[in-house]
């Protein structure tokens, strides 16, 4: 299969595995209909949103030798709108959540809708040539934990910008840092 058309794949079942997780392990928040127009919700879908895309061109990149992006430029824009989250965040919502569980509960849903689709991407990847396994595979975690986070939007009911450029990015921190080893073992050629 060429390597486009692969990676294509498993971006859709990452997607799809994440939406079965979240819903499995949580469910759609009550008032995601109300929340659809609110600015907080609307800024965790965008930054996440941003973060995938920034994490699809990596990726990419790394599966096709002498093409490089800077990770800075591809994940600049997420990471723009995050921090001007955090400085503007006049919420008053708590950093650690509703409740003492949000912070767990939170990061471990995301870490584990985003585990299949880690592989996924990982075997995507192996219709490319990774010449950078542990980066490519770090790079795989950046995108699959993205994408699980963005669908955890629909579940999460901690809408502070605060709570989002910290808990979300520690899960996907997590998932990058699962996806390094992985990718040691899975892309080595």
């Known amino acids: 299969m060429p390597f486009d058309r692969a990676l294509m794949a498993s971006l859709v079942l990452s997607l799809a595995t994440a939406i079965l997780v979240v819903i499995g392990l949580s469910r759609v928040r009550p008032d995601l209909y109300q929340m659809l127009t609110a600015w907080v919700f609307q800024f965790k879908v965008a930054t996440m949103?941003?973060?995938?895309?920034?994490?699809?061109?990596?990726?990419?990149a790394c599966g096709i030798p002498g093409q490089s992006v800077r990770l800075t430029q591809a994940l600049l824009p997420g990471a723009v709108l995050l921090l001007a989250g955090v400085l503007f965040?006049?919420?008053g919502y708590p950093l650690l959540g509703e409740n003492q569980f949000s912070v767990p509960f939170c990061v471990g849903i995301i870490v584990a809708a985003s585990l299949p689709g880690?592989?996924?991407?990982?075997?995507?990847?192996?219709h490319g040539i990774p010449t950078r396994p542990v980066y490519a595979g770090a790079l795989s975690g950046v995108l699959s934990g993205s994408l699980a986070a963005l669908v955890y939007?629909?579940?999460?009911?901690?809408?502070?910008?605060?709570?989002?450029?910290?808990?979300?990015?520690?899960?996907?921190?997590?998932t990058a840092a699962i996806g390094a080893i992985a990718g040691r073992y899975i892309l080595a050629w």
Do not use: E, K
């Open 153 to 174: 939007t629909i579940a999460c009911l901690n809408d502070g910008p605060s709570f989002v450029a910290v808990w979300y990015v520690v899960a996907i921190s997590i």
């Open 89 to 91: 965040d006049d919420t």
């Open 118 to 126: 880690l592989m996924a991407i990982l075997a995507g990847l192996r």
């Open 49 to 60: 949103a941003l973060l995938a895309c920034g994490g699809i061109v990596l990726v990419r």
